[in-house]
Protein backbone atom coordinates (compact mmCIF):
# COMPACT_ATOMS: atom_id res chain seq x y z
CA UNK A 1 0.00 0.00 0.00
CA UNK A 2 1.43 3.49 -0.54
CA UNK A 3 1.17 6.35 1.63
CA UNK A 4 1.72 9.71 0.76
CA UNK A 5 3.43 11.93 3.30
CA UNK A 6 1.58 13.33 6.08
CA UNK A 7 2.37 17.20 5.36
CA UNK A 8 0.61 16.50 1.59
CA UNK A 9 -2.14 14.47 3.46
CA UNK A 10 -3.22 17.73 5.39
CA UNK A 11 -2.38 20.29 2.70
CA UNK A 12 -4.83 18.07 0.67
CA UNK A 13 -7.92 18.09 3.07
CA UNK A 14 -7.67 21.78 3.79
CA UNK A 15 -7.63 22.07 0.46
CA UNK A 16 -10.31 19.80 -0.63
CA UNK A 17 -12.79 21.17 2.03
CA UNK A 18 -11.66 24.77 0.84
CA UNK A 19 -13.14 24.24 -2.61
CA UNK A 20 -15.80 22.18 -1.30
CA UNK A 21 -17.13 24.72 0.77
CA UNK A 22 -16.73 27.41 -2.21
CA UNK A 23 -18.80 25.53 -4.36
CA UNK A 24 -21.30 25.37 -1.72
CA UNK A 25 -21.13 21.65 -1.61
CA UNK A 26 -21.54 19.38 1.07
CA UNK A 27 -19.38 15.75 2.03
CA UNK A 28 -22.54 14.09 0.40
CA UNK A 29 -22.64 15.48 -2.53
CA UNK A 30 -19.32 15.61 -3.17
CA UNK A 31 -18.64 12.33 -2.15
CA UNK A 32 -21.44 10.90 -4.36
CA UNK A 33 -19.74 13.27 -7.01
CA UNK A 34 -16.31 11.62 -7.01
CA UNK A 35 -17.59 7.82 -6.08
CA UNK A 36 -16.60 7.72 -2.94
CA UNK A 37 -18.30 7.06 0.45
CA UNK A 38 -18.90 10.07 2.73
CA UNK A 39 -16.97 8.85 5.49
CA UNK A 40 -13.76 8.46 3.08
CA UNK A 41 -14.04 12.47 1.85
CA UNK A 42 -14.25 13.34 5.40
CA UNK A 43 -10.86 11.37 6.40
CA UNK A 44 -9.36 12.86 3.52
CA UNK A 45 -10.61 16.46 4.40
CA UNK A 46 -9.45 15.87 8.24
CA UNK A 47 -6.16 14.33 6.90
CA UNK A 48 -6.78 10.85 8.56
CA UNK A 49 -7.00 9.05 5.48
CA UNK A 50 -4.86 7.02 3.27
CA UNK A 51 -5.92 8.21 -0.27
CA UNK A 52 -4.68 6.94 -3.65
CA UNK A 53 -3.42 9.03 -6.43
CA UNK A 54 -6.74 7.88 -8.22
CA UNK A 55 -8.86 8.76 -5.34
CA UNK A 56 -7.36 12.25 -5.32
CA UNK A 57 -7.53 12.65 -9.01
CA UNK A 58 -11.51 11.59 -8.68
CA UNK A 59 -11.99 14.49 -6.26
CA UNK A 60 -10.24 17.11 -8.23
CA UNK A 61 -12.65 15.94 -11.24
CA UNK A 62 -15.61 16.12 -9.44
CA UNK A 63 -14.36 19.36 -7.52
CA UNK A 64 -13.90 20.45 -11.37
CA UNK A 65 -10.16 20.63 -11.54
CA UNK A 66 -6.78 18.43 -12.55
CA UNK A 67 -4.64 16.65 -10.06
CA UNK A 68 -1.99 19.00 -10.01
CA UNK A 69 -4.61 22.11 -9.56
CA UNK A 70 -5.85 20.33 -6.33
CA UNK A 71 -2.72 19.73 -4.89
CA UNK A 72 -0.14 22.76 -6.02
CA UNK A 73 -0.06 26.61 -5.08
CA UNK A 74 -1.82 29.56 -7.13
CA UNK A 75 -1.21 29.95 -10.84
CA UNK A 76 -1.69 33.27 -10.96
CA UNK A 77 1.94 34.19 -10.06
CA UNK A 78 4.03 34.83 -13.50
CA UNK A 79 6.71 33.31 -12.08
CA UNK A 80 6.78 30.35 -9.67
CA UNK A 81 9.52 29.04 -8.35
CA UNK A 82 8.34 25.46 -6.60
CA UNK A 83 9.57 22.79 -4.13
CA UNK A 84 9.00 19.39 -4.64
CA UNK A 85 5.90 17.44 -3.47
CA UNK A 86 6.26 13.65 -2.08
CA UNK A 87 2.70 12.29 -3.44
CA UNK A 88 3.40 8.74 -3.33
CA UNK A 89 5.50 6.55 -1.23
CA UNK A 90 6.01 2.64 -0.83
CA UNK A 91 6.46 0.45 1.91
CA UNK A 92 9.92 -0.79 0.18
CA UNK A 93 10.53 3.40 -0.34
CA UNK A 94 9.85 4.12 -3.80
CA UNK A 95 8.50 7.73 -4.45
CA UNK A 96 6.60 9.78 -6.66
CA UNK A 97 7.85 13.46 -6.39
CA UNK A 98 5.51 16.30 -8.51
CA UNK A 99 8.33 19.35 -8.82
CA UNK A 100 6.07 21.80 -10.65
CA UNK A 101 2.70 21.99 -12.90
CA UNK A 102 1.57 24.23 -15.58
CA UNK A 103 -1.04 27.14 -13.82
CA UNK A 104 -3.11 25.72 -16.75
CA UNK A 105 -5.82 23.17 -16.19
CA UNK A 106 -4.70 19.97 -17.67
CA UNK A 107 -1.21 21.18 -18.63
CA UNK A 108 2.12 19.73 -18.16
CA UNK A 109 2.83 18.31 -14.61
CA UNK A 110 7.03 17.71 -13.46
CA UNK A 111 7.87 14.53 -11.83
CA UNK A 112 10.61 12.53 -10.81
CA UNK A 113 10.38 9.31 -9.61
CA UNK A 114 12.19 6.54 -7.82
CA UNK A 115 11.40 2.20 -7.38
CA UNK A 116 13.69 0.68 -5.46
CA UNK A 117 14.47 -3.16 -6.57
CA UNK A 118 11.21 -4.82 -6.90
CA UNK A 119 9.25 -2.78 -6.27
CA UNK A 120 6.21 -1.52 -8.35
CA UNK A 121 3.62 1.21 -9.36
CA UNK A 122 -0.01 -0.04 -10.75
CA UNK A 123 -1.74 3.06 -12.41
CA UNK A 124 -5.23 3.82 -13.18
CA UNK A 125 -6.19 5.39 -16.67
CA UNK A 126 -6.09 8.43 -17.10
CA UNK A 127 -8.62 10.76 -18.73
CA UNK A 128 -8.89 9.93 -22.30
CA UNK A 129 -5.90 11.72 -24.54
CA UNK A 130 -3.56 11.82 -21.54
CA UNK A 131 0.09 11.14 -22.02
CA UNK A 132 3.06 11.01 -20.01
CA UNK A 133 7.23 11.37 -21.60
CA UNK A 134 8.85 9.28 -19.59
CA UNK A 135 13.46 9.70 -19.09
CA UNK A 136 15.50 7.17 -17.33
CA UNK A 137 17.80 8.40 -15.69
CA UNK A 138 19.39 5.41 -13.90
CA UNK A 139 18.74 1.94 -13.96
CA UNK A 140 16.57 0.10 -15.89
CA UNK A 141 12.58 0.79 -15.96
CA UNK A 142 9.77 -2.18 -16.92
CA UNK A 143 6.83 -0.18 -18.19
CA UNK A 144 4.10 -2.80 -18.41
CA UNK A 145 0.84 -1.49 -20.79
CA UNK A 146 -2.10 -3.29 -21.88
CA UNK A 147 -0.50 -6.82 -21.72
CA UNK A 148 3.12 -5.03 -23.00
CA UNK A 149 6.29 -5.21 -20.81
CA UNK A 150 9.37 -3.27 -22.17
CA UNK A 151 12.44 -2.52 -20.78
CA UNK A 152 14.26 1.10 -20.28
CA UNK A 153 17.67 1.35 -19.85
CA UNK A 154 19.01 4.86 -18.79
CA UNK A 155 18.93 7.38 -20.93
CA UNK A 156 15.97 5.64 -22.93
CA UNK A 157 13.16 7.84 -23.32
CA UNK A 158 9.19 6.75 -24.34
CA UNK A 159 5.93 8.34 -24.93
CA UNK A 160 3.10 6.77 -22.93
CA UNK A 161 -0.91 6.95 -23.77
CA UNK A 162 -1.49 6.78 -19.83
CA UNK A 163 -5.33 6.82 -20.73
CA UNK A 164 -5.60 3.11 -19.88
CA UNK A 165 -4.05 1.03 -17.09
CA UNK A 166 -0.13 0.46 -17.29
CA UNK A 167 2.34 -0.01 -14.76
CA UNK A 168 6.27 0.74 -13.90
CA UNK A 169 8.30 -1.79 -12.20
CA UNK A 170 12.04 -2.05 -11.19
CA UNK A 171 13.72 -5.27 -11.96
CA UNK A 172 15.06 -6.96 -8.29
CA UNK A 173 18.55 -5.94 -8.73
CA UNK A 174 18.59 -2.38 -8.92
CA UNK A 175 16.45 1.00 -8.04
CA UNK A 176 15.45 3.02 -10.87
CA UNK A 177 14.74 6.71 -11.47
CA UNK A 178 13.32 8.38 -13.79
CA UNK A 179 11.52 11.25 -14.81
CA UNK A 180 7.62 11.75 -16.18
CA UNK A 181 6.02 14.78 -17.76
CA UNK A 182 2.22 14.26 -17.68
CA UNK A 183 0.03 16.15 -20.19
CA UNK A 184 -3.92 15.19 -18.81
CA UNK A 185 -5.92 15.03 -22.26
CA UNK A 186 -8.54 17.50 -22.55
CA UNK A 187 -11.78 15.34 -22.69
CA UNK A 188 -12.69 14.80 -19.47
CA UNK A 189 -14.35 11.50 -18.72
Do not use: C
Request: hydrophobic fraction near 40%.
Amino acid sequence: MSTPPMNFIERLGREVRRRRQEGGLTVQELADRAGLSRRMLTQIEQGTANPSLVTVDKIARALGVDFATLTGPSGADPLHLSEPVEVWRSPAGSRALLHVASARRGGPELWEWTLQPGDRYQAQPDPRGSEELILVTAGTLILDVEGRSVSLAAGASARLASDRVYGYAAPGDGTVSFVRVVELGRHQA
